[in-house]
């Protein structure tokens, strides 16, 4: 009679993702007093840009406010590429931030359509700063959209999904503003707009496999 032995083998303990670990190193706490910071801020600066409190008639004036833009800017993006360990999150956000608080004082609302040649700086200036501030602060979004959505933990985690995403979603608002521009801002290109999208990410989804799958 044989004695069969039956080699038990301890599970593997799987990598946390390094995003993981950061975030469960922050507490909710540093969060919540996090973002009531960044909305005062934010609301600072949009007093100082839209209502006129601060003037900007001056050259030491307005390098006073782009100071003020990049400091709100490290304050809202350095803490988030921190939290998600997303690179060059906090570059792109306050370059955006930056150029969308100089747009608005000094370059004047085009006047024409998008053909019209003197206008087409203005519009691809405003392209370039809507596509920067809408990624970054999409990116957040698209990520914890992610981590509710997918049960794949690869997947869930995977960072290039969540800036593919919000990148998506901020070419869909270019292109609308792009079809506002040539005057053609219509359900019945709205729609196919946003459709190409949608069906451009589920391709994604699809073809393209998270790094720790591969």
């Known amino acids: 009679m044989t004695r069969t032995r039956t080699r038990i083998t301890p599970p593997r303990n799987t990598p946390i993702p390094p995003t993981v670990a950061t975030q469960e190193s922050v507490s909710r706490t540093q969060i919540l007093i996090w973002f009531v910071l ?11 840009v839209f209502n006129g409190v601060w003037p900007v008639d001056n050259r030491a004036k307005q390098i006073v406010l782009v100071g003020v833009s990049v400091i709100i800017g490290m304050l809202t993006y350095v803490p988030m590429e921190y939290y998600f360990h997303a690179r060059g999150l906090a570059m ?5 931030l930056v150029l969308v608080v100089q747009i608005i004082l000094y370059v004047p609302a085009p006047t024409n359509s998008l053909l019209w040649l003197p206008d087409v700086p203005v519009y691809v200036l405003v392209s370039l700063a809507v596509y920067w501030v809408l990624s970054t602060l999409c990116l957040p979004i698209t990520y914890v959209i992610g981590q509710l959505a997918f049960r794949q933990r690869a997947r869930r985690y995977d960072m290039r999904r969540a800036w593919r995403q919000a990148s998506e979603i901020s070419l869909m608002v270019v292109g609308l503003f792009g079809l506002f521009g040539l005057h053609a801002l219509t359900p019945l290109l709205i729609i196919p707009w946003i459709l190409m999208i ?8 699809s073809f393209i496999e998270p790094p720790a799958t591969r």
């Open 92 to 96: 792109r956000g306050v370059l955006g």
């Open 198 to 205: 949608v069906i451009a990410e589920v391709l994604f989804l």
């Open 38 to 48: 960044v909305g005062f801020a934010w609301l600072g600066l949009g007093a100082m």
